[in-house]
């Protein structure tokens, strides 16, 4: 099982282009969460994923979008890209269910905006 | 804004008990506490969780007070590859609720 898999792993961007990272969950699980990691902080959450909706959202401008497919794969798409944006990108996956066992992160990209 | 308190940093001596300790004084009755670490440009690996009753696994153990306004996370015997950054969360918004992280304990474990 490859587990959480996240590509690119290092990305550069110049302000004001737009970017797209993309997330393969766990085998079997239909949930994804991204989360946004500034330099020395927790990781933030964005949105959550699940059936191709998105189900829950944090405190991110609409610049931030998402997606999810069939497969339960699921891409960030951020917009206008500022340099503030720099930052670990992770998505996370899991199972539905009270006793799941939390969630299981891939590795991040980590988005430079020069 | 996350609904733990942990202390910024603290040491341990390789083989010894390293146990972090976790404020959440405002935990709801169905919020679960979640402890996950980050080792230095890693994603966040899962540890352990529990409710009420205190919990055990290959990895640590999760003890949670009666009262569940705190809890302690005991890793049996530090090794150096437990140095990280180690997170206590409370999981709000039910069994797919997100996880709220804060700044976590950095924990350093020295030989």
């Known amino acids: 099982d490859a587990g959480v898999t996240q590509s690119p792993t290092h990305l550069i961007k110049t302000r004001g282009q737009q970017v797209t990272l993309r997330c393969s969950p766990k085998s079997g699980h239909d949930t994804v969460s991204w989360y946004q990691q500034a330099l020395g902080q927790g990781p933030q959450f964005i949105f959550q994923?699940?059936?191709?909706?998105?189900?829950q959202r944090g405190n991110f401008p609409d610049r931030f979008s998402g997606h999810q497919y069939p497969n339960y794969s699921s891409e960030l798409n951020v917009n206008a890209l500022l340099l503030g944006d720099s930052a670990l990108y992770l998505c996370a996956s899991s199972l539905p269910g009270e006793y799941s066992d939390g969630a299981f992160f891939g590795q991040g990209t980590r988005l430079t905006v020069v | 804004d996350a609904k733990t308190t942990q202390p910024p940093s603290m040491d341990c001596a390789e083989g010894r008990a390293a146990n972090l300790p976790c404020n959440h004084s405002t935990i709801s009755g169905n919020e679960y506490v979640y402890w996950y670490r980050q080792i230095h440009s890693q994603g966040p690996q899962y540890i352990i969780h529990?409710?009420?009753n205190n919990e055990t696994n290959e990895m640590a153990s999760l003890i949670i007070t009666e009262d569940r306004k705190s809890s302690t996370l005991i890793l049996p015997h530090a090794t150096l590859r437990d140095t990280a950054v180690y997170y206590c969360i409370v999981r709000v918004g039910g069994s797919q609720g997100n996880l709220i992280f804060g700044k976590g304990t950095k924990l350093s474990v020295k030989p």
């Open positions: 994923y699940y059936e191709e909706e998105e189900r």
């Open positions: 529990g409710l009420k």
